[in-house]
């Protein structure tokens, strides 16, 4: 990494015999890309650089024919430029971003004014269920069932529903935990089913129920100690 002189540069680039070049630092191996906190922004502090490295080689222990690459925290602040961190990352390493802590915003619990949950309202409204509390399976003709379903840790609000073979399903889960992350799931097995749902949030799944037999659907997020027990069983009859 080179820390260099940007009025120098351009007198060199005009002919001028200087040296635009600061200060340079190793890091390991290639770097493919790199940011610096806050830049990209008129507040940019010229603090840290984060130098994201192709080919970390034998900087991580490999663990198959694809190995972790390698991010460098640089500190660039002072009178000399060092490497501070190392860290592993998925390949291929193309982008950060470094901001200050204090203007990220973050959310605690799900914003229930979000078009997907407002859709989902008006679906339960049009069955005439109340999203926190239903419980139930709404039949929409023949070959079509909209399962409500509530989750508080460490269980559904049902735990098992029947369908007939070849119904197109569609589960609607409410998470009612106040808790902060304190997420669920809902994946059915045998039928490539799996989503999260966060707290005080609601997420829908749609699948055709197309294998008569039992089928456990359960919580693929942990979410506490007695986490193993929230599961249930849809029953598909042929």
Same mark, same amino acid.
Request: charged content about 25%.
């Given at each position: 990494?080179?820390?260099?002189?940007?009025?120098?540069?351009?007198?060199? /680039?005009?002919?001028?015999?200087?040296?635009?070049? $600061?200060?340079?630092?190793?890091?390991?191996?290639?770097?493919?890309?790199?940011?610096?906190?806050?830049?990209?922004?008129? @507040? =940019?502090?010229?603090?840290?650089?984060?130098?994201?490295?192709? /080919?970390?080689?034998?900087? /991580?222990?490999?663990?198959?024919?694809? !190995?972790?690459?390698?991010?460098?925290?640089?500190? $660039?602040?002072?009178?000399?430029?060092?490497?501070?961190?190392?860290?592993?990352?998925?390949?291929?390493?193309?982008? *950060?971003?470094?901001?200050?802590? @204090?203007? $990220?915003?973050? *959310?605690?619990?799900?914003? !229930?004014?979000?078009?997907?949950?407002?859709?989902?309202? *008006?679906?339960? =409204?049009? @069955?005439?269920?109340?999203?926190?509390?239903?419980?139930?399976?709404?039949?929409?003709?023949?070959?079509?069932?909209?399962?409500?379903?509530?989750?508080?840790?460490?269980?559904?609000?049902?735990?098992?529903?029947?369908?007939?073979?070849?119904?197109?399903?569609?589960?609607?889960?409410?998470?009612?935990?106040?808790?902060? @992350?304190?997420?669920?799931?809902?994946?059915?097995?045998?039928?490539?089913?799996?989503?999260?749902?966060n707290a005080q949030d609601t997420n829908s799944f749609t699948f055709v129920a197309d294998k008569p037999g039992v089928h456990w659907f359960?919580?693929?997020?942990?979410?506490?100690?007695?986490?193993?027990?929230? !599961?249930? !069983?849809?029953?598909?009859? =042929?």
């Amino acid at each position: 990494m080179t820390k260099w002189h940007i009025d120098s540069a351009i007198r060199q /680039f005009n002919g001028e015999d200087v040296d635009p070049i $600061i200060e340079k630092v190793d890091v390991h191996y290639q770097v493919g890309h790199t940011n610096a906190s806050m830049s990209e922004t008129k @507040d =940019a502090d010229g603090k840290w650089l984060v130098a994201l490295c192709k /080919f970390s080689k034998d900087r /991580f222990l490999p663990v198959g024919p694809m !190995r972790p690459e390698n991010d460098q925290l640089v500190d $660039i602040s002072g009178d000399e430029m060092e490497v501070v961190h190392d860290g592993s990352t998925y390949p291929e390493p193309h982008d *950060a971003v470094i901001v200050r802590k @204090d203007i $990220i915003k973050t *959310a605690k619990l799900a914003d !229930r004014g979000s078009p997907r949950v407002k859709y989902l309202e *008006a679906l339960a =409204a049009e @069955d005439g269920v109340d999203l926190t509390k239903a419980n139930q399976v709404v039949k929409k003709g023949s070959k079509k069932v909209r399962v409500y379903m509530t989750s508080n840790a460490p269980s559904y609000g049902m735990t098992e529903f029947t369908v007939k073979a070849g119904t197109e399903v569609q589960i609607i889960l409410t998470n009612m935990d106040n808790v902060e @992350d304190l997420t669920h799931g809902f994946s059915v097995c045998n039928h490539d089913v799996n989503m999260i749902v966060n707290a005080q949030d609601t997420n829908s799944f749609t699948f055709v129920a197309d294998k008569p037999g039992v089928h456990w659907f359960y919580c693929p997020w942990f979410c506490h100690a007695l986490h193993l027990e929230m !599961r249930g !069983r849809m029953i598909v009859e =042929a």
